[in-house]
């Protein structure tokens, strides 16, 4: 089946530092891919879609100059925290859409940010 | 109009039994209805999915009964097994994927 790698895993960094999440598909090609912040015990919330080539779409409420999202190819996309704080310190996970609209999304196993 | 309710938030079931868990919508623009599941640490597993054209799926011990007309749908699972203990999601989506508040279900021996 489909396969999305997210790396890292696990990252822990100062306050005030970046921090870059990449997203790959690894045996499709995906001309889409979306973020997502979890918190604990709650539910994934959308941040932004990221199609490839061109800029991506920010929820309402998800700061653009924070949270860059680049989609450079078919298969890679990143996610960069900048200049983070303590409360940006969440569970990040990626997804990718093989095909069109209503096709399944494919998740990565989440990175587990720590902001100090 | 975004939002999916999903219930219950926790839910405990003893082995054999069957778990329901029920989602709503308002969106009738919504045409694909994923569940997934959810382990501790990790990121959601696509379990079964709908389309509205269809009131029933069934996948193994997993079935999904949709009701277009109330806008609702729910999962099943038959034989709820220790290894069903997680956390699962409905979502509903057009081309954005929205995710229902999740429901935490164990299943005791």
């Known amino acids: 089946g489909a396969v999305v790698s997210q790396h890292p895993s696990r990252v822990i960094c100062k306050s005030g530092t970046s921090v870059k999440i990449e997203c790959r598909s690894l045996d499709f090609q995906a001309t889409t891919m979306f973020w997502y912040r979890q918190f604990p015990k709650q539910s994934l919330m959308l941040m932004a879609t990221s199609n490839e080539g061109s800029k991506a779409t920010y929820e309402q409420g998800v700061e653009k100059d924070k949270f860059l999202i680049n989609h450079a190819s078919l298969t890679l996309s990143t996610l960069t925290v900048t200049s983070a704080h303590p409360e940006d310190s969440s569970f990040y996970i990626c997804?990718?859409?093989?095909?069109?609209?209503?096709?399944?999304?494919?998740f990565g196993n989440g990175t587990r940010l720590t902001v100090t | 109009q975004q939002q999916v309710k999903q219930s219950p938030q926790s839910l405990i079931v003893q082995k054999g039994g069957i778990s329901i868990i029920n989602c709503a919508y308002e969106n009738t623009a919504f045409d694909y209805f994923p569940w997934y599941q959810q382990f501790p640490g990790k990121g959601p597993a696509l379990l079964i999915a709908?389309?509205?054209?269809?009131s029933e799926k069934k996948e193994g011990r997993f079935t999904i009964s949709f009701n277009k007309s109330a806008k609702q749908f729910s999962l099943h699972i038959m034989d709820s097994q220790p290894g069903d203990s997680a956390t699962y999601f409905c979502?509903?989506?057009?081309?954005?994927?929205?995710f229902g508040t999740g429901t935490r279900l164990q299943v005791f021996p």
């Open positions: 997804s990718a859409r093989e095909f069109t609209s209503g096709s399944p999304l494919h």
């Open positions: 709908i389309r509205p054209d269809v």
């Open positions: 979502a509903a989506s057009t081309d954005k994927l929205i």
